[in-house]
């Protein structure tokens, strides 16, 4: 009994210490079992995150392509309108008091681009 210390004490502290040696790799074990299916769990939830955003910014950029297509000057022009460009200038018209009798105008069309002369007007360009 030199620390204080008899032999039942040390007897009793070998076991526990023994029993705690014997359990502590299963409980390490098992940790990291834990610790590995948490792992996988958070990938998993990453991975759905990143797709939820994938899912969300294509639909946006569908949203964005579809109003940049209505916007298209193109697109004005397939659905029936035309620009009508006073020339040698190439000004475009949007009043009838930018033009004169006999002025050259150029029409584009989507199909393609008409060149003619004003030959009269209707309306005061109000």
């Not at 359990?23 to 759905?48: A, G, T, V």
């Not at 009798?101 to 199909?111: G, H, K, R, W, Y």
Request: charged share 25%; glycine share 6%.
């Amino acid at each position: 009994m030199r620390y204080g210390f008899s032999r039942a004490d040390i007897a009793v502290n070998l076991m526990r210490l023994s029993r705690s040696v014997r359990s502590s790799p299963i409980r390490i074990q098992e940790n990291i079992s834990d610790s590995k299916q948490k792992h996988k769990q958070l990938i998993l939830n990453m991975l759905k995150s990143i797709l939820l955003l994938i899912r969300n910014n294509k639909w946006k950029n569908e949203v964005l392509v579809s109003r940049l297509k209505a916007l298209n000057p193109m697109a004005v022009l397939d659905r029936g309108y035309s620009i009508t460009r006073k020339l040698p200038q190439r000004s475009i018209i949007m009043d009838t008091r930018q033009v004169d009798i006999n002025d050259q105008v150029e029409i584009t069309l989507a199909s393609g681009t008409l060149t003619g002369r004003i030959e009269g007007k209707d309306g005061d360009g109000a």
